[in-house]
């Protein structure tokens, strides 16, 4: 996933060079919070800032002999800092440096999410507006319904978008949270204002109760968030592809020059960026599961979690920048069919107004259980008799006793039945505050 599919950026996030560089920060501040305390000398301090480094190589050569993520690289920091390295590290235990670094590390990565889901908002927003007014069939069960807009579909979607940014906004909140907190999260070797200073310095909140690592619901929640945007994707993925079906060839993914879509048939055209985003959803939803079970630990803490959380989060993480990013261009080059979006609806013969007659009924004093029966009696003459719904219902005296031509007339305006659609339109674009 990671090989294929990584972007520079985020693949720069979960580097192992990142990660030394937080792990470096995370302690370095640690010190200059203490030094500026009084509790270790200045000179020291200055002295870890401008001479603790690391060597990415080097801290591995050291752990695959010490067995030991973080005292391989606080072996390698000493190697640069000298004496003053004593100082590093004093009271804290190795949960309080990857926890606090994790947090800076997810929120990082988050925050490239959020702008590629911008991204894709923005595709999608240009997309409804540019349809909005691009009449089809909308469908129930598969089967028609009533008259929709493709730009109504596409707002619906971007509805479910903008709700997918509150929750990753909320969730970078809830994630952004460190500790200096100690082995068993009482704060016995340092003073609380260590802890509290960090994380101001870091731009991260103190999680007010900790065992020796920050709670993993928070971890859990956020990831969630990244697979319900993953089900948004998949559920805008799973339209496309029906939309695409040779029997209803509504809309179709862009299709490149010189591409083919199958090996063994020349004239295929299949969704297969489509089908590619449903199946990495899936993939999202299983590292939410996961993660949930690492809510979970035994007592203050145990690593059962530490050795999934750097598969998960890095690959969810590519997963759904890839997601965002092939789902934007898909919607900024997919093709529309109007013209065959009219003659699916025309298949039906006028069916999908049967509710207005319906209403219409109601209107003059017909009870609704009489009306239905009338109204579905000639709908069914549709479907057995080669006939178009009007034409049955000027067909049936009962009907026709108690409606007006000019009343059948107006259940049968379709832009009386889509009058309202700018008024959804500007109440959920009126939702965008970013």
């Not at 530490?306 to 997601?323: G, K, N, Y």
Request: net charge negative; proline share 3%.
């Amino acid at each position: 996933m990671i090989s294929r599919y990584a972007s520079p950026e985020m693949t720069a996030i979960w580097s192992d060079e990142n990660r030394f560089r937080l792990w470096k920060e995370v302690e370095t501040v640690v010190c200059e919070v203490r030094a500026d305390a009084g509790q270790i000398p200045a000179d020291a301090a200055a002295e870890i800032r401008s001479k603790g480094d690391f060597d990415t190589a080097r801290v591995l050569e050291i752990e695959n002999t010490v067995q030991h993520d973080v005292i391989a690289f606080l072996t390698n920091m000493a190697e640069y800092i000298g004496p003053a390295s004593r100082y590093v590290h004093q009271g804290m235990t190795s949960s309080d440096l990857l926890d606090t670094a994790f947090a800076l590390q997810t929120v990082e990565a988050g925050a490239v999410l959020r702008a590629s889901l911008l991204e894709l908002l923005a595709a999608v927003q240009a997309k409804a507006e540019e349809h909005k007014a691009t009449v089809m069939i909308g469908r129930s069960h598969g089967i028609h319904a009533e008259p929709t807009t493709f730009g109504l579909k596409l707002l619906v979607y971007w509805s479910a978008l903008e709700r997918g940014l509150r929750r990753l906004d909320a969730a970078q909140q809830e994630i952004g949270y460190g500790q200096i907190s100690g082995a068993v999260g009482t704060i016995a070797h340092l003073d609380p204002e260590v802890e509290t200073e960090t994380m101001k310095r870091l731009g991260l909140k103190v999680d007010p109760a900790s065992t020796q690592i920050v709670q993993r619901d928070r971890h859990a929640n956020w990831l969630q968030v990244v697979a319900t945007l993953g089900a948004t994707i998949e559920q805008m993925a799973v339209e496309i592809r029906n939309l695409q079906r040779t029997d209803v060839h509504e809309v179709e993914e862009s299709f490149g020059k010189g591409q083919k879509g199958s090996s063994a048939m020349p004239h295929k055209k299949n969704p297969i960026v489509s089908e590619k985003l449903t199946g990495m959803a899936r993939l999202l939803r299983g590292y939410a599961h996961t993660a949930l079970e690492n809510v979970a630990l035994w007592h203050e803490r145990d690593i059962s979690h530490s050795s999934v959380e750097r598969i998960i989060f890095p690959d969810a993480c590519h997963t759904l920048q890839h997601m965002l990013k092939k789902m934007a261009w898909l919607i900024k080059g997919l093709v529309v069919y109007p013209e065959n979006m009219k003659t699916n609806m025309a298949k039906v013969r006028g069916m999908y107004f049967s509710q207005p007659v319906l209403l219409a009924l109601t209107e003059e004093g017909v009870s609704r259980e009489q009306a239905y029966a009338w109204v579905q009696r000639c709908a069914m003459r549709v479907w057995d008799d080669d006939v178009s719904l009007r034409e049955a219902l000027d067909a049936d005296e009962e009907i026709t006793m108690r409606l007006e031509p000019a009343v059948l007339d107006r259940c049968f305006d379709l832009d009386h039945q889509l009058r309202n659609l700018p008024v959804i339109f500007e109440r959920t674009l009126a939702l965008k505050n970013w």
